[in-house]
């Protein structure tokens, strides 16, 4: 089993979700907890861009005050 954990910092940057998407398609990590996000909403479609597979099971945790919000794939 293959876990890739990553403070991601935001997924705002263009480059970094380019980076992202590469380093988890180079390695095919079974889990992917990315810490984080800043993201205010967490839709399918943004996750099957990271994921880059259809069948995709994942939990996300609601920022609290000034921490960011919390994927886990």
Not at 19 to 45: C, D, G, M, W, Y
Request: aromatic share 8%; glycine share 6%.
């Amino acid at each position: 089993m293959k876990i890739i954990t990553w403070n991601v910092k935001g997924l705002g940057n263009f480059k970094k979700n380019l980076s992202i998407k590469a380093t988890f398609r180079k390695h095919s990590p079974n889990i992917i907890p990315l810490q984080e996000t800043k993201k205010a909403t967490i839709n399918r479609n943004c996750l099957l861009s990271f994921w880059g597979r259809q069948n995709c099971n994942w939990m996300d945790i609601p920022s609290r005050g000034a921490a960011g919000r919390i994927l886990i794939l």
